[in-house]
């Protein structure tokens, strides 16, 4: 009865556009007033509890320095230097954006992040080339969600803070994963290219052009060098490579670009307390929902209900992605990660999966989401930049989904695509 109560008041809630954060609130609120005797004042202990945490720290920091590298001038930068590369190719703005947004996750760490400071510059170049600005908008969109895979990564500290699993084994097993997803885009991008004209850049490719972008965007391409180096090094945490980042983003953006003013710093600041302050807000009582479904025994529950229907590993692993693309659809990657790592990460430790590997696999899943209507976030921003309905990107964005669960599904059964990376640099 209770499970029901709650879980029948936050989709009556969710399906009315109350905010996610409020929703779990008031469901494990009413909950509680109506068919328990816990006290109330535990949802806000629970809250403010969760959120005494050194890893969360890590979340705004992250957030701070890829803001401050948006406006300070690196997207362009990054832009170029891609261009270099694959601007020649067939559909070659379409493979720009897609790199482009692989380089971008590797100093935001957010999807939506992503997708605007690409997408801001990507979007309006490819419907000033003649390509159809609901392809655009969609290979965009779908390019932003490898924000959250490649590291550094806000749903990995999330689900290593919820679950208990390194940090830093998470970014590094994102790596690979992140890399054929944007693999996969980019040759959906090709054939869709191939078969609409999209030719690549008139310029050629030319070794000298390379070497200028690279010398112009190397400040940008050693973040995730001096991020990523100085956690496997040894040298500091995730949560103070998060601070090194912001940092290192405000000297870059001073002293050597010399585009970050008063102004962008203004911008960039607030625009990280507006995410900051919403991503806080919802992780306290998204937290406080999954604790009580803890003391419901839901996991439990859910799990054996799960290894009932069959014993099979591939099916039980099926099953689970498509509830989790199911959930991605309706609620956020940070909120759905924390209600629900808790509750399938034991099933599947029965059937053998890293908790590492699973972290990356869900993460997958739940990106998926920002693609997939009607929560879509980054669907929401590429409509936005591009000044389309989100029905006129969502027929394009078919083949990049299609992208993306192949990679879901390497990355499910083949662990060692999560995993090689960790086991090899973390023994």
Sequence with gaps: MKVVLLFGTLVLLISLNVPI?????????????????VPLIIIAQNAFAALDSFPLMAIPFFILAGNLMRYGGVSRRLLNFANSLVGFLTGGLAMVTTLACMFFAAISGSGPA?????????????????????????????????????????????????????????FLAGIVPG?????????????????SGYTGDIVKPSLSRVVSSFKEAVFALLVPVIILGGIYGGIFTPTEAAVVGVVYALIVGIFIHKELGYKE???????????????????GLSISFANFLTMEQVPASVGNTLLTISDSPIVILILINLFLLFVGCFIDNISSCIILAPILLPIVTKLGMDPVQFGVVMTINLATGFVTPPYGANLFIASAVAGIPVEKISRYIIPFIIAMLVALILTTYIPGISLFLPRLLLK
């Design 21 to 37: 954060g409020i929703a779990l609130g008031l469901a494990t609120t009413v909950t509680l007033m109506l068919v328990s005797k």
């Design 114 to 170: 992503t997708v605007s400071a690409i997408g801001s510059f990507m979007i309006p170049a490819m419907k000033e080339k003649n390509y159809n600005e609901g392809f655009a908008a969609a290979i965009t969109a779908a390019a932003g969600s490898i924000g959250v895979i490649i590291p550094p990564s806000i749903p990995f500290v999330i689900y290593g803070v919820v679950t208990g699993a390194s940090v830093g084994a998470l």
């Design 179 to 195: 890399i054929i997803i944007g693999v996969g885009l980019m040759i959906a991008s090709y054939i869709i290219s191939k078969k």
């Design 265 to 283: 710093i203004y911008e960039s600041f607030r625009d990280s307390v507006l995410i900051n302050g919403a991503t806080t807000f919802m992780i």
